[in-house]
């Protein structure tokens, strides 16, 4: 596959973040995507997070499998590490690079075919074990690349552009996480990028396993009348939990919102995430009721945005594995080896 680069030619005048790098620093090659594919409308978002976030490109490892979503990891931030892998494996890849350097920030972009179908087992366990990445499923219902067969997340009442019903009920990731143990749950839509940032931003903050579930049209396949992962139908059915402002410890970033009730939660690292409740009752603090919403929201067809789940106790793999401080990938043969006299002493404890 040929791939187009940008012109590195930038106007001299561009804004700068705290590190003097532009929104340019950030992003990759050339997309060649459907035009209008929500998937661009992410990978401009994740851009936006980082920039803003100041985060040097080297410090993030992107990681993907394949599909339409896949590819995109291309489209961003060619200056940091990344990772290609095969069909589904994505979180494996991902789980190995984590144990051996736990001081950079893993970023896995996914599909709802990569994810909900070959991959559903791996993103499973990469849940539970609170994995500490972010994982965005770009999810339009529909696999892109071979002309348009439903995903396991497809709607059941979505039919497909020429009118074939669904005849297999959805699997709700967003759900399915909650329940497997991830500390920060959203969803949200390509098309509503003054939601979208603040969500990459905060789940690239938190510590521990934070999954995105986004749901990002397909204009070729999947973005007609009859579909519910089509812009027209997510605009007329989405309903806004709350509207998120992340507030990093080194200075304060601010969006525009609705007045209502907040809920404030400090995170370990001293960051801080404000969420401006549009409903009184909806506690996103509260696992059972977060549970109880979307299969609320879900019967009534309609699509629940925003943080639905976040447990403020922050934890990751390296915490439950009790692992050393030190990356694994930066010991040396006297800490890996300690000696017989150590193996001999370990050995006795199992006589």
């Known amino acids: 596959m040929t791939h187009i680069a ?35 409308s992410i990978s401009a978002a994740i851009i936006e ?15 993907s499998g394949i599909g339409c979503s896949s590819k995109t ?8 590490h990344g990772f290609n892998s095969v069909h589904g494996r994505m979180p494996s890849v991902a789980t190995g690079a984590n144990l051996a350097n736990p001081d950079l920030t893993y970023l896995g972009v996914s599909g709802d ?16 074990r609170r994995l500490n990445m972010v994982y965005i499923v770009e999810n339009n219902g529909t696999y892109g690349l071979t002309k348009g067969q439903f995903s396991a997340t497809n709607d059941k009442i979505s039919k497909s552009r020429k009118g074939v019903e669904n005849r297999f009920e959805s699997i709700d990731l967003c759900s399915l996480a909650i329940e497997l143990g991830a500390g920060f749950v959203a969803r949200s839509f390509s098309g509503d990028k003054a939601q979208l940032v603040p969500l990459i931003k905060a ?27 089509s812009y027209d139908y997510v605009r007329e059915h989405n309903e806004v939990l709350d509207v998120l402002d992340l507030v990093p410890q080194r200075s304060e970033i601010s969006t525009d919102y609705q007045p209502g009730t907040s ?18 009752d909806y506690d996103p603090s509260d696992h059972g009721s977060a549970l109880l919403n979307l299969y609320q929201y ?16 922050e934890s990751d793999m390296h915490d439950l594995l009790m ?26 404890q199992f006589k």
Not at 299 to 307: E, F, I, L, P, S
């Open 6 to 40: 940008k012109p590195k030619f930038q106007h001299p005048k561009l804004p700068v973040n705290g590190l003097g790098l532009t929104r340019r620093n950030y992003e990759g090659v050339v997309s060649t995507l459907c035009a209008g594919c929500g998937h661009d």
């Open 49 to 63: 997070a980082c920039f803003e976030l100041e985060i040097p490109a080297h410090r993030i490892a992107k990681i």
């Open 73 to 80: 990891t291309n489209y961003f931030l060619s200056r940091a």
């Open 113 to 128: 075919g990569d994810t909900a179908s070959i991959g559903l087992g791996q993103f499973s366990h990469a849940v539970r």
């Open 203 to 229: 789940a690239m903050s938190y510590r521990g396993f934070a999954f995105l579930d986004v749901i990002s049209p397909c204009v070729t396949f999947n973005n007609h009348s009859n579909s519910t992962k």
């Open 263 to 280: 809920v404030e939660v400090t995170l370990h690292d001293g960051s801080e995430i404000k969420l401006h409740k549009l409903s009184q």
């Open 298 to 313: 879900k019967q009534q067809n309609t699509v629940a945005t925003g943080v639905l789940y976040l447990d403020p106790n």
């Open 323 to 348: 692992t050393c401080e030190q990356p694994l990938n930066t010991l040396r043969d006297n800490a890996l080896c300690p000696g017989s006299a150590v193996l001999d002493t370990l050995n006795s």
